[in-house]
């Protein structure tokens, strides 16, 4: 609607008519605006620090834009202070729920570097304890996921059989969340007397808590409504976007660093299946996870029966200085692919590292994906997504 | 009644004191019985053990907390509609237990247009919602009261055509008229338990049920609140004694629509095989009542504590897709039966 305002005559007008006026006219053309909605940096969706502004018709989002870097603590930078032996302790915390998963990497890197090769008791222990916090990361999910969708109880059962898994990796390695066990060469020390027993009884507690989860969720007729078809990322684009893991998996992507990578740990003896869905909405994501925390136990299991004897440690200087040359380390992690490019100018720590975390690329395809969805549908697609702030900040 | 027409004044106030004291004490009782001890055992949990025994006392300390804390009002809100909307919503509460009977005597007031009435104030709480959410002056709030308003529209219709089942079995809306017919009626000639309308009125009872729990914004239909999304909604911006009204509010709506659904379809206060004029049926009724009470709203918060939360636009469509035509067809087969048979 407009106004030729050239042929009208020159009159005092108030400015308060001519506010009135322009909400006539906005009022005629029903035009409602859209609405800018500030998600987060404090918002319980988020899980930490993320910031989504979102612009909304009504409860329909129009455009979604990621801000990231609140926690931004600049890991990269501060591995080039420390010693080799030292880092491990900070990139505990990149991915706090699965620390254990995160050192493999880098202490790979630094053993590639070195020529230093674990004994296979150390890379079984390794293998088993990276799996153990592949568990306790996904039943996290599986159960607070229930809550993102509205559910509470989930949430706490998830918590609760979380703890068994976190117990396990507190008597191997002192630390329930932040291990910091692995030793360039090698692991801290053995397991302790009666671990392996007691695994295999927490593993029975992990199949039982996925049948629960299977029966209180995925046969929920108001969470398949609210996750089936929400969040489709078709397989080929999400892999160019750089989403990997188990968001990957869901898109039908038969893809697994375990499987398909440069051979590392001991995943190469073990008898197990990549899981894959070929949906690729939330619905599937949760599914794979959960198909993927099984499999992992019962690759626990395996291991146990096939556990070497022996050290758990090779020989390594004191003073641990790394020889010059670069490398890539990548791995499978529970939230998706974690590498390590490591350059080392032969002093006792890298000269430069860059990480690549798994949560920075899979909120990478946001943007794309929170388009025309409504608002409820941020929260399912986000937590279907499973990032860590840390792991995208680092 | 047995109450003089001199002392009426008195009676009064007598009234007004026992319909203030129900609705604290429902939702105290609520409160404490689901969301701490029922919500706690589901979760494998405890819940609160200290204070008191068996934590009995932490609401009285949580309210004491509220109390304590600073009344805020943001800067952009529009202050008296901000203030006036949590009274709203807890006073559409207090006039539900206004036609609620707990015994042939007591009943605050035994309007004709009982059952009518009650759901009439019971959706004046929709008003203090979308005051709250509007006046807050926050979008997230704004984005809960308005789907607050979208909500409880769609579910006015279904609670109101469920009742209407009950109302044309019943023949009249006094709520204490509809307790003695469930108690003296007849289910095909067999009056062995009376006609308590949850058995011949199973279908309203369901859509009663299920539309009681979105006019409640709990889940599965609590996306007014929806703490993963909306960040509570409408109350997001309500601090201290305000927002210990809203949650009165929740508490003790449940306490009421749960005392609806006992007195529509439960059958009351009254006891099939007990008389009913006698003075000790007073004291029997209460007890009665609250233990139906109870039961319902155990389905309401089991149902609560279990389910994941549905999206706007599905709700919607639950509404008028399924539960409008399945509750008209009721109250046609329902009014069928009534005239022929």
């Known amino acids: 609607m407009t106004t030729d305002t050239s042929s009208m005559p020159e009159i005092d007008i108030d400015p308060r008519a001519l506010r009135h006026l322009a909400d006539a006219q906005v009022n005629v053309e029903l035009d409602t605006g859209d609405m800018i909605l500030n998600m987060g940096p404090q918002h319980p969706a988020t899980h930490g620090t993320l910031r989504l502004v979102v612009r909304l018709d009504g409860e329909r989002v129009l455009a979604a834009d990621p801000i990231i870097g609140y926690m931004h603590r600049g890991y990269e930078k501060l591995t080039e202070y420390r010693t080799y032996p030292q880092i491990t302790t900070l990139i505990n915390r990149i991915d706090w729920l699965s620390s254990f998963a995160n050192e493999v990497p880098f202490i790979h890197a630094a053993e590639q570097l070195m020529g230093v090769e674990a004994p296979p008791r150390a890379e079984y222990i390794r293998t088993i304890l990276t799996e153990l916090s592949r568990i306790a990361t996904f039943i996290l999910f599986l159960g607070e996921f229930g809550l993102q969708v509205g559910a509470v109880t989930p949430a706490f059962f998830g918590f609760r059989d979380r703890e068994y898994v976190l117990n396990l990796i507190e008597a191997a390695t002192g630390g329930r969340f932040h291990p910091n066990f692995n030793r360039i060469g090698g692991i801290k020390d053995d397991l302790p007397w009666g671990w392996v027993a007691e695994t295999r009884e927490v593993m029975k507690k992990v199949f039982d808590s996925c049948n629960e989860f299977e029966d209180l969720l995925l046969g929920n007729e108001i969470f398949v409504a609210r996750t089936k078809g929400i969040g489709i990322i ?3 684009l999400g892999a160019a976007y750089g989403v990997s893991g188990s968001n990957l998996r869901a898109s039908g992507v038969d893809w697994d660093l375990r499987r398909d990578g440069k051979p590392y740990l001991v995943y190469n003896e073990l008898d197990w299946k990549v899981w894959t869905h070929p949906a690729g909405d939330s619905y599937a994501r949760y599914w794979v996870r959960l198909q993927e925390t099984r499999e992992s136990a019962r690759m626990v299991l395996q291991m146990l029966d096939q556990l070497p004897a022996g050290p758990v440690m090779a020989k390594v200087p004191r003073i641990i200085k790394v020889p010059e040359g670069e490398t890539y380390v990548q791995t499978e992690n529970p939230l998706g692919e974690m590498g390590y490019y490591v350059i080392s100018k032969g002093a006792t720590g890298p000269f430069r590292t860059k990480i690549r975390s798994a949560s920075f690329s899979n909120v990478s395809i946001l943007p794309w994906l929170l388009q025309g969805v409504y608002v409820p549908d941020i929260v399912t697609i986000l937590a279907s997504l499973y990032f860590i702030l840390g792991d995208i900040d680092r | 009644m047995m109450l003089a027409a001199d002392y009426w004044w ?5 009234k007004v004191v026992v319909v203030l004291a129900i609705v604290p004490t429902g939702a105290l009782v609520i409160g404490f019985v689901f969301l701490f001890k029922v919500m706690s055992y589901m979760q494998s949990r405890l819940g609160p053990m200290e204070a008191g025994p068996q ?17 805020i009002t943001p800067k952009q809100a529009d202050k008296w509609v901000f203030a006036l909307a949590p009274v709203m919503v807890l006073a559409s509460t207090f006039l539900v237990f206004v036609v609620l009977p707990a015994g042939p005597d007591l009943i605050v007031e035994d309007i004709q247009t009982g059952a ?16 709250a959410g509007w006046a807050s002056a926050n979008k997230f709030a704004l984005l809960g009261g308005l ?10 219709l279904p609670l109101l055509l469920a009742v209407l089942g009950v109302v044309i079995m019943a023949g009249t809306m006094s709520m204490q008229e509809i307790v003695s017919i469930q108690n003296t009626g007849e289910i095909f000639g067999w009056g062995g338990i009376g006609n308590p309308f949850i058995i011949t009125q199973i279908v309203g009872f369901v859509i009663f049920m299920i539309a009681a729990q979105a006019e409640l914004t709990q889940p599965p239909f609590d996306m007014p609140v929806a703490e993963s999304e909306l960040v509570t909604g409408y109350m997001v911006e309500y601090t201290g004694f305000r927002f210990l009204f809203f949650f009165i509010g929740e508490f003790g709506t449940a306490f009421a629509f749960a005392g609806l659904a006992a007195t529509l379809w439960l059958g009351g206060w009254a006891v099939p095989w007990i008389t009913t004029d006698a003075w000790w049926v007073n004291l029997v009724g209460v007890a009665v009542l609250f233990i139906k009470i109870m039961a319902i709203s155990f389905l309401i918060f089991w149902v609560r504590f279990t389910y994941p939360r549905f999206r706007e636009d599905q ?15 009721n109250v046609l087969a329902t009014g069928a039966f009534k005239v022929w048979m």
Request: avoid cysteine; aromatic fraction near 10%; charged fraction near 15%.
């Open chain 2, 55 to 71: 934590g009995t006392l932490q609401l009285l300390a949580d309210g004491l907390k509220f109390l304590q804390k600073e009344d």
């Open chain 2, 147 to 156: 789907r607050a308003a979208a909500q409880l529209i769609a579910y006015e």
């Open chain 1, 234 to 236: 078709p397989g080929d």
């Open chain 2, 315 to 329: 709700l919607q469509a639950i509404a008028w897709k399924y539960l409008i035509p399945i509750a008209l067809v």
């Open chain 2, 10 to 14: 008195i009676w009064t106030i007598v």
């Open chain 2, 116 to 131: 009518f009435y009650a759901l009439a104030v019971s959706s004046l709480s929709v008003i203090g919602i979308l005051m």
